[in-house]
């Protein structure tokens, strides 16, 4: 026995329930010539008649009224088990998001640790800086530096201080007169050169400049050779330890500092909780 497609099956209970084609159209988004078609496909895979059509209205014959007493609870149970099973897997997941070059270069290749840790736990990761709207968003949980204010209601925890610091690769400083070297700007933070020079009590000498978007950008110019980059020290660490990159004047605190924040206390969503304290034992580490 052949049994008509689910989606025809569905273009009926809409219609059947709706009580016209036109209106079953608008609910499923598609065109009033699409649900026509596809009724009269299940029509005559079924032998039977399920509308009766008269004056441009649609009225169920006995045999449409036998069909919509299953397919009704049938469609109704079926949204239930996945509305059902959509919750579980929300209970399930932690939304996080992340300033772009800390996700790339300090988040994403400890990702691993936590899932292997917490497999119960699936993270999903947004990239983002800024303010956050967590209502509109359906974010649980940001990184950001506080450069910024957050409102009262948003609950957050400190993480680190920002450290600071100039990067080049090793050969840079010895193979480049002092006049020649280029400093590396990040549109995303004007003013960090500045910044580091008042912390540092360094003279910022003239010389050539090149602006980027990002950081992350701005790092892979400063590995390419092309010049020196302010970064925070977490953007930086493997290239650091790998020896690609050299910090010549060491990192310095600048005021401001990552936080996580929540739009609720972390006590109420043990998933937050679990992740907060990864990310202190991380930064501990």
Known sequence: ????????????????????????????????????????????????????????????????????????????????????????????????????????????????????????????????????????????????????????????????????????RPDYLRNTEASQQVRLHSSSRPKAWATWARLTGQALRQGSKLELEHFYLCIQAALSGQGISIVSKLMVGEELRSGQLVAPHGFSKDGSAYYLLSPQSLDQNPRAQTFADWLGDQLAG
């Open 1 to 168: 026995m052949h049994i008509p497609s689910l989606t025809a099956f569905r273009y009926f209970d809409t219609a059947a329930q709706a009580g016209s084609f036109v209106q079953a159209a608008h609910l499923l988004h598609v065109t009033h010539g699409a649900v026509s078609r596809q009724i009269r496909a299940l029509e005559e895979s079924l032998g039977v008649e399920l509308f009766e059509r008269r004056n441009r209205a649609v009225f169920l014959t006995p045999a449409g009224r036998q069909l919509l007493h299953v397919t009704a609870p049938m469609f109704e149970r079926l949204e239930d088990v996945v509305h059902q099973l959509q919750q579980t897997q929300r209970e399930h997941a932690l939304t996080v998001s992340c300033e772009p070059t800390i996700a790339m270069k300090w988040l994403i290749p400890r990702l691993g640790d936590f899932h292997a840790s917490h497999p119960n736990i699936t993270v999903h990761l947004m990239t983002a800086g800024g303010p956050v709207n967590f209502s509109k968003t359906g974010i649980d949980l940001a990184i950001r530096r506080d450069d910024f204010h957050w409102a009262d209601s948003v609950f957050g925890l400190k993480l680190c201080d920002e450290m600071i610091g100039p990067v080049c």
